[in-house]
């Protein structure tokens, strides 16, 4: 198997891209009054800055999701009926002509389904917090103190009707999670996802807000199957792509920095090692759940066809996981080259 990774350099609110062309949109995008996007928005729309500088608090948060909303309807355009656009972000708190929190969770999913999505419950993961900050405002008196915000979102929003396959789909059956996955991964709160730990220079990890991969390779296994392709219209570092790479999923990414780009190229380095190595931790982990059902008298029906395991149900038999075997640079991004893995 072969999959491409297409990296542009361009503005998403334009996507040089076929309607209904991608199966997944997973992105994180700049989060409106988060200040360190400021310059980034006030740049799309000089109205964002005069209303800052006014301290325009609602104005200023209006316009920004003005420019987000931009992207979201090429979004809409570029998905294929029954796709699944997943949305990672953050409310903001900030002081601007008073101190309150701006709801881009709230005004995300309102954007969205104007834009004739259905949203699908959404997921809460928790951020690592300083505790020495947990308390904000006037301290240990009341009544001005304010919680922290420890988590972020991920918005689900789901493009028409369910997405339909050909009767016997290989490769959505070759691309089936094991149960405990399932269990784990659609919960709607997240509490084993930590922030980046990417090697990212400080320059680039402030310009790119790089979310851990461990979200986007979650949303790729839930939400698409081998060969798809995945867009993400704020690109960054690459998180998505890598991610894209790792599980045998095509990607396109836009990002208006060129220069984020040399931070992805270190990303892979190791990539054909670390596919190998996240191949045999999830296999090592169903075993460790084959094991517990064991020695809880359990018994389970079903045998794996690729894997020397039981399974709980008949869906997951067929299910086969797939490493990368070498990444070729091309002139708009990389080709990654996929086999089948044997333990």
Do not use: C
Not at 279 to 288: I, K, P, S, T, V
Request: aromatic share 10%; charged share 30%; proline share 6%.
């Amino acid at each position: 198997m072969q999959t491409t990774h297409r990296i542009v350099t361009g503005d998403a609110r334009d996507l040089d891209l076929p309607d209904e062309s991608v199966e997944l949109v997973v992105t994180s995008p700049p989060y409106p009054m988060i200040e360190m996007w400021d310059d980034i928005f006030a740049a799309l729309d000089p109205e964002i800055g005069a209303a800052l500088d006014a301290e325009d608090g609602d104005r200023a948060f209006e316009l920004m999701h003005d420019v987000l909303d931009s992207v979201w309807a090429e979004v809409q355009r570029v998905l294929v009926p029954g796709g699944i656009a997943a949305i990672n972000v953050g409310d903001a708190t900030r002081n601007v002509d008073r101190f309150r929190q701006y709801p881009n969770a709230a005004e995300i999913t309102s954007r969205f389904q104007d834009h004739g999505f259905d949203a699908l419950p959404d997921v809460l993961w928790r951020k690592p917090a300083n505790s020495g900050a947990k308390f904000m405002g006037s301290g240990m008196i009341p009544p001005n103190a304010y919680p922290t915000l420890e988590h972020e979102s991920i918005l689900l929003f789901r493009n028409g009707e369910r997405r339909s396959f050909p009767a016997g789909a290989d490769r959505r059956y070759e691309s089936a999670y094991f149960w405990e996955e399932r269990n784990r991964w659609f919960s709607d709160l997240w509490t084993d996802v930590r922030g980046t730990t990417q090697d990212l220079d400080e320059g680039v990890r402030d310009r790119s807000g790089a979310f851990p991969v461990e979200i986007p390779l979650r949303l790729l296994r839930m939400f698409s199957v081998y060969g798809d392709t995945v867009l993400d219209p704020f690109w960054g570092t690459g998180t998505t792509s890598l991610a894209a790479m790792l599980t045998g999923r095509n990607s396109v990414g836009y990002e208006r920095d060129p220069e984020l780009r040399a931070a992805f190229d270190q990303r892979i380095d190791d990539i054909v090692s670390q596919s190998r190595v996240r191949a045999r931790e999830r296999l090592d982990r169903h075993a460790e759940w084959v094991d517990r059902q064991h020695e809880a008298g359990v018994n389970l029906e079903y045998e794996a066809e690729h894997y020397d395991t039981p399974v709980k149900t008949n869906q997951e038999r067929r299910i086969r996981l797939y490493t990368v075997d070498a990444v070729e640079e091309t002139a708009d991004g990389y080709t990654a080259t996929h086999q089948p893995y044997d333990p």
